[in-house]
């Protein structure tokens, strides 16, 4: 994201910086792991299990620090390619943990793992240069404010592709394919679906007043709306040694939630099977490549449209850096394949979330610089701007603390030794 805003370098004036924060939401229906969280766990593991998950740590946060460089990049190269002066390009924040200067530009790697920054000399007095140099972003014509703004989220974007695209060539892209019913990934002990006698993996195909073949948003609907009463269900379930899977009638009697509403205790998903599909030529692998990324981006875009439509009860299911490494461990861990889809997603995700008119965000400033625009090019006050920046980026720190700080607590390992 963009943003014009007090800097952490002990100065009395402060550069004007790009961020990308990384708090994505990963509203996405993919065949990626379904718990945040879930890193090995510290036990008797041997020393190659150990290994193996912190190589599958080190791979996922690798990818997700690519992204932060892309991002960054991609501001940092538009400024470059228009003449702009930049003096900062930073992945993370606070604390140094390494730097060095090329030129008039610092490179720096920070402690705090909130995403990344391009510093610009606008309002740095030791910059040495004059507040009327053409060559500060501030006075650049707003075309030109506008491409260096957005260029982060289009690099994003373009990493997408090219990821997808590279998946395509090299494993082939998943296809999903509708299979009836609804599937039960997993029944929480205890719950009413576990008295019942529902199982993990087993597929909801009937349930009474539904079409034969229930959705997700079906079955939630009537579950809720049905406390304390007997619902029929009709699954679909394999027993060992048995090939074929066998349909078993139970009668599940949702229990009370606080807000009256009926409830199981069961994750539901849309049951489907993913098979790979390989291309012949690059022509396929375009074609491909270009259905893959535009499902993925409607997905990711949907996902985002979804929980801020429905905030206060999704906003858990917001993730920070700390959740989407676990996440990605996990990917890392079950097949090295998923990890293009891991990091397509996010570069998405990234780009979704940068683009939304919010202080401190790439759309924050670029819904400035069109307000400028709206005004026949009077710039809006220095004091207004940097005012809104500055408290968007402190609400931005602070829900990124707060996230690192709950996603870690909710890691098994630290759960296991708390």
């Known amino acids: 994201m963009i943003t014009t805003h007090l800097s952490p370098i ?32 510290p036990s008797a593991a041997a020393p190659p299990d150990l290994l193996a998950s912190v190589e599958s740590v080190a791979s996922a946060a690798s990818v997700l620090a690519a992204i932060v460089l892309v991002h960054e990049s991609g501001h940092f190269l538009a400024a470059a390619s228009r003449g702009i002066h930049v003096s900062q390009f930073s992945i993370g924040f606070g604390p140094a943990l390494a730097r060095f200067r ?36 501030r006075n650049r014509p707003v075309p030109d404010r506008l491409l260096v703004v957005s260029a982060g989220v289009a690099a994003n974007l373009a990493f997408a592709f090219l990821i997808v695209y590279s998946q395509a060539l090299t494993v082939g892209v998943p296809v999903q394919a509708r299979l009836p ?14 008295r019942a006698g529902l199982l993990a993996g087993d597929v909801i195909l009937a349930v009474p007043g539904a079409a034969p073949d229930p959705s997700v948003p079906v079955l939630v609907d009537l579950i809720k709306a049905s406390p304390s009463k007997n619902v029929p269900i009709t699954v679909s379930r394999t027993a060992p040694g048995v090939p074929d899977r066998q349909s078993v009638e139970l009668t599940v009697v949702p229990d009370t939630s606080a807000d009256g509403t009926g409830r199981i205790g069961v994750q539901l998903s849309p049951n489907f099977r993913v098979t790979r599909v390989r291309p012949q030529n690059l022509a ?3 074609v491909l490549a270009v259905r893959e990324f535009t499902v993925l981006t409607g997905t990711v875009f949907d996902g985002l449209r979804q929980t801020l439509l429905n905030f206060s009860q999704s906003a858990e299911k917001v993730s920070g850096p700390v959740a989407i490494i676990a996440v ?9 394949d998923g990890l293009f889809q891991f990091a397509a997603v996010i570069n998405l995700n990234l780009a979704a979330i940068n683009l939304l008119p919010l202080p401190a965000l790439d759309g924050g400033t670029l819904a400035l610089i ?47 030794n708390l």
């Not at 530009?105 to 995403?115: D, K």
């Open 10 to 41: 002990p100065k009395p004036t402060f550069p004007s910086r790009f961020h990308s924060h990384l708090h994505p939401h990963l509203a996405v229906s993919l065949p990626l792991p379904r718990r945040h969280g879930q890193l090995a766990k």
């Open 102 to 137: 090329v030129g008039p530009v610092e490179y720096a790697l920070r402690a705090i793992p909130l995403g990344g920054y391009v510093g610009f000399p606008d309002d740095d007095p030791e910059s040495g240069f004059a507040p009327d140099d053409p060559d500060l972003l």
């Open 181 to 194: 019913g609804v599937l039960v990934p997993e029944v929480l002990p205890g719950s009413a679906a576990a």
């Open 284 to 286: 396929d692998a375009t």
């Open 328 to 336: 990605g461990a996990e990917v890392a861990r079950s097949s090295a």
């Open 370 to 416: 069109l307000l400028e625009a709206a005004r026949g090019g009077r710039k809006i006050p220095r004091e207004v701007e940097q005012g809104i920046m500055s408290s968007g980026i402190l609400v931005v720190l602070m829900v990124g603390m707060f996230l690192i700080v709950r996603d870690t607590l909710n890691l098994d390992f630290i759960k296991d």
